[in-house]
């Protein structure tokens, strides 16, 4: 079993544990993702998110940067287990030479804080995904849930759908300057207005690195069967977030622990609507609180059982856990720049 995530936010908790005197790093920590527990559960793979609250901070970009240079110092003292990727290539030969890939991306493009510039260097320090938002509008679009608004007295804010605020004229340059360049789109967090306005605006797959199916779980997180169909058509993924509550809705003022069932729901539903060829695994390990069945990622091969056992086969499951999401950066990434040029 050779395990490809979509996205886990290690790197920015490690990095804030580490501004507060923490000791701890990639090889080993408390959290749901370390070097041991990516090899205990098959990593291939591992995307790293530089994720920067835009509500909790008064430099985003300073931010983002020390962060590229905490995951490099953090690469480099683990350079016999883990490696950089760029592209399909290079995650082929980090395999052959028995190390996990690491693919950085951001989370969170308000970080560029419109700037083009900006968005270009963060490619030539080997971004190569990035979502467009989280959780507040910044100069690119707007998001699915916005952090204060929507949680301000409204139980249900996370039940109503954006279909009027998508991409601003700001954020059409970005898309179309992330196409050219080779930086995966990544829609998820974004509006369903800035959904459709993605689909419309460029040619290539994009992603949705960590959504669920909205018809299972309601939140504005996830994406409906008609996002899941046209993600499909255009060649993109989705990876199962193991988030609880996008997994299944919780009572009010009831902690949801999640579960492996629900999991199942969303894989067979997603596959029903899109095919088997548009999902992938986006665990949103270190950036959720935790899923009752799934500790860690060291627990991987504990789902890959429960989905065997609900009636998935061996070349369905190859394609969840890895093959789907390589041949996805095979036909968006392209061959490895060095990694401090930018393509013209």
Request: proline share 4%; charged share 30%.
């Amino acid at each position: 079993m050779k395990v490809v995530d979509m996205h886990c936010d290690t790197i920015s908790e490690l990095y804030k544990k580490r501004k507060q005197g923490s000791k701890e790093g990639l090889l080993a920590n408390g959290g749901h993702v370390d070097l041991g527990k990516l090899k205990a559960g098959g990593s291939w793979v591992q995307n790293f998110a530089l994720y920067v609250n835009l509500g909790e901070t008064d430099s985003p970009w300073e931010d983002v940067l020390g962060m590229a240079d905490f995951y490099e110092e953090e690469l480099k003292k683990n350079e016999e287990a883990v490696a950089p990727a760029y592209c399909y290539e290079d995650m082929e030969k980090n395999d052959k030479d028995g190390k996990i890939s690491a693919l950085l991306t951001v989370e969170e493009g308000g970080v560029c804080e419109g700037s083009l510039a900006r968005l270009r260097h963060l490619y030539s320090r080997g971004v190569r995904m990035m979502t467009l938002t989280w959780n507040y509008p910044n100069e690119i679009g707007y998001p699915a849930i916005h952090a204060q608004k929507d949680r301000a007295g409204d139980m249900f804010f996370y039940k109503r759908a954006d279909r009027e605020h998508g991409l601003t004229e700001r954020g059409k340059e970005f898309v179309a300057e992330m196409e050219r360049m080779g930086m995966i789109i990544d829609v998820s967090h974004l509006s369903d207005a800035g959904f459709y306005d993605v689909l419309r605006l460029t040619k290539k797959p994009f992603a949705a690195s960590h959504s669920n199916a909205r018809a299972i779980s309601p939140w504005v997180r996830n994406l409906t069967d008609d996002m899941i169909k046209k993600l499909a058509e255009r060649g993109g993924v989705m990876g199962l977030n193991f988030c609880p509550d996008f997994l299944e809705e919780g009572l009010p003022g009831e902690k949801n622990p999640g579960s492996i069932a629900a999991i199942v729901r969303h894989a067979k539903h997603i596959i029903n609507v899109g095919g088997a060829e548009c999902i992938g695994l986006g665990s949103d390990f270190d950036g959720i609180e935790g899923h009752g069945e799934l500790p860690d990622f060291s627990y991987m091969p504990k789902l890959w059982d429960a989905l065997q056992k609900s009636g998935f086969g061996e070349g369905e499951l190859e394609k969840i856990f890895s093959k789907n999401v390589l041949r996805f950066y095979k036909e968006t990434l392209p061959g490895k720049p060095l990694q401090n040029q930018i393509p013209r």
